[in-house]
């Protein structure tokens, strides 16, 4: 479904993606890891068009992902950012229901965004709040919430569970298991936390050095050489 | 390394700066669809209605010191009585436009680029993007229309506040006579002279919302990105806001 081909992209003089290659299928779930600062991020933003590569191919359906392509890739797409990146100018129904206020009444928008957060564990007495209004955890429910809003095929996932405690971690990294499997969405999510790859992912590719060190199967990675440093750096 | 280079290095930077930032505004004036009527009322509330009492304030205490200066400064030359037409022609050609401007470029384009900046740096613009929307439609076209159609008005009140300040000074410290004093200032405007003031606020409007917009936009990773985009774009706005005033003053009444 999602296919990168060759991907580079330097900043200056400094290298961040040198020949990324990646596959992910339809309805698939894979899990980028990499230590921070390997291009995870940078690989993210290419995708979505907000860095332009130097070089290489991101295909979408066999197409090109170009300037054309794009907007209607963005349009079956939702995306949980780090720190849940909620408008603060917009009480969080308006946020959850941002796309679907585009093309429906606000009251219809707002019917389906509280049904969204309930999707996610947070009742609608949130959906007058402000996200300033929220803690931590609630405003990334909230942020996953806006992500499926509107049904989409492809959901990216940026850190869903850095900065929060063991046990949030653990239901947030539930909850995006089970939005994957209801809705069949093609899922990539990127992490450092290993127990989110066991939850979450079908596959795993891991960034190194600005390419795909190693990419397989969630079940094989135990025995895959190259993660043996990562794994045992993320489980002690 | 040869100071040719360098110059005409320095020079293509700073044209290259220049015909980015005209891009921008441009890109910014005119992407209008679709056509977002109510984030333009929030500005025109965040940036003209917001700014009144400032403004006002200002053309009160400025019209008032203009009333005292032109007062002694007259008398020198036994011309005391051109107080009204002086502070009129003054406030509504000069002083109005600048320091409301001024005000406007402290107050507007801090916090638009504090806004925006914020926004980079927690990923909310990358959001807008994912969500099919495109920032500068949301976030630049309301703020640049809201500043050019807000600070024209802004300078209207402040340019009749300015004049009640100096009519102030004047009938209560100077000895004027009331309605002489409101006849003199009158009586000398010209049209032009409020027109091309009101022009000068909107060019000054739209340069504030740009600083800010601008800035905001480029602001760097962390808050400490955020406070140096705030800076720059009070700087930006007030030295552009100076230097605009001479070139407009030029072409408007040479
Ligand atoms: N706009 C940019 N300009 C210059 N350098 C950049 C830019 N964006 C990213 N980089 C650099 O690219 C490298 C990769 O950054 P990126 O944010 O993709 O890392 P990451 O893998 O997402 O790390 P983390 O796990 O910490 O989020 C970093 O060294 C960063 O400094
Ligand atoms: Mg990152």
């Known amino acids: 479904m999602i296919r990168i081909e060759g991907l580079r992209k330097s900043f200056g003089a400094r290298t961040v993606l040198d020949g990324v290659d990646l596959h992910v299928g339809q309805g698939e779930s894979l899990c980028v890891i990499g230590q921070s600062g390997t291009g995870k991020s940078v690989l993210l933003k290419c995708i979505l068009g907000l860095e332009a590569p130097d070089e290489g191919l991101i295909l979408w359906q066999g197409r090109p992902l170009d300037r054309h392509a794009r907007p209607r890739f963005l349009d079956s797409f939702g995306m949980l950012f780090q720190g849940a990146a909620l408008f603060d100018s917009l009480p969080v129904w308006q946020n959850v229901g941002f796309r679907l206020r585009q093309r429906m009444s606000g009251q219809k928008a707002r019917g389906i965004a509280i049904e969204k957060l309930a999707r996610v564990g947070l009742g609608p007495e949130t959906a007058d709040m402000m996200p300033a209004q929220l803690s931590g955890g609630m405003a990334k429910r909230a942020g996953l919430a806006r992500a499926i809003a509107d049904d989409p095929q492809v959901i990216f996932f940026d850190e869903p569970t850095t900065g929060l405690d063991p046990i949030r971690a653990r239901r947030i990294n539930g909850l995006i298991r089970g939005i994957v499997e209801e809705t069949g969405a093609t899922a990539v999510t990127i992490t450092h936390d290993m127990d989110s790859v066991r939850a979450i992912g079908d596959s795993v590719a891991l960034l190194q050095d600005g390419s795909i060190a190693w990419q397989g199967a969630v079940a094989d990675m135990d025995d895959a050489a190259p993660l043996t440093g990562f794994l045992g750096k993320d489980t002690t | ?254």
């Open chain 2, 1 to 254: 390394m040869n100071p040719v280079r360098l110059s005409g290095r320095a020079t293509l930077r700073g044209l290259r700066a220049v015909g980015a930032v005209a891009l921008f505004t441009l890109r910014g004036l005119f992407h209008l669809r679709p056509l977002r009527p109510r984030l333009l009322a929030a500005q025109i509330f965040q940036i003209g209605w917001l700014s009144l009492p400032v403004v006002a304030l200002t053309a009160l205490f400025t019209g008032a010191a203009l009333a005292l200066q032109i007062h002694s400064g007259g008398a020198r030359f036994q011309a005391s009585d051109v107080v009204p037409a002086i502070v009129a022609i003054g406030m509504v050609r000069e002083l109005g436009p600048v320091l409301g401007g001024l005000m406007v470029a402290a107050r507007v384009a801090s916090s638009i680029a504090a806004e925006i900046g914020t926004m980079k740096v927690t990923e909310q613009i990358d959001a807008l993007v994912t969500l099919s929307t495109d920032p500068t439609g949301w976030l630049v076209t309301p703020r640049l229309w809201a500043a050019m159609l807000t600070v024209p008005v802004l300078v209207g009140v402040g340019d009749i506040i300015g004049i009640m300040g100096g009519w102030l000074v004047g009938t209560q410290s100077l000895g004027f006579n009331s309605a002489s004093y409101l006849a003199n200032s009158w009586a000398y405007l010209e049209s032009w002279d409020v027109i091309s003031g009101l022009i000068k606020g909107a060019a000054f409007g739209l340069i504030v919302a740009v600083s800010g917009c601008w800035y905001g936009m480029a602001s760097g990773r962390g808050a400490e990105g955020v406070g140096r985009a705030t800076k720059s774009a009070v700087v930006a706005a007030a030295v552009g806001i100076l230097a605009a005033n001479f070139i407009l003053t030029g072409l408007f009444f040479e």
